[in-house]
């Protein structure tokens, strides 16, 4: 039994499958810098700085933005 594990694991055969997982890696992260998209909030909020309205008294840039989930499955 030891001898037909040591068969399946022998050091080529880990090489290679490593060599194989690092280049699907690499493959994807380039993949999905190059053409993956990022989504940006500032677009959907007005930029417009207004003293009459408390919520656009000061400029977007400065705000740090955040989102809330309520992962707690109660009634609102």
């Known amino acids: 039994m030891k001898d037909k594990i040591k068969g399946l ?3 080529k055969k ?3 499958f490593f060599k194989i997982a ?6 994807s ?3 999905l810098s190059l ?4 989504a940006h909030a500032t677009g959907l909020v007005d930029d417009t700085v207004n003293a ?18 309520d992962n707690s499955w109660g009634w609102l």
């Open 35 to 38: 053409f993956g998209t990022v």
């Open 9 to 11: 694991l022998t050091r």
């Open 22 to 27: 690092l280049i699907v890696i690499f493959t």
């Open 29 to 31: 992260v380039v993949f």
């Open 52 to 69: 009459d309205n408390l919520y656009s008294q000061y400029p977007l840039e400065n705000y740090q933005l955040d989102f809330y989930v």
């Open 14 to 16: 880990l090489f290679r």
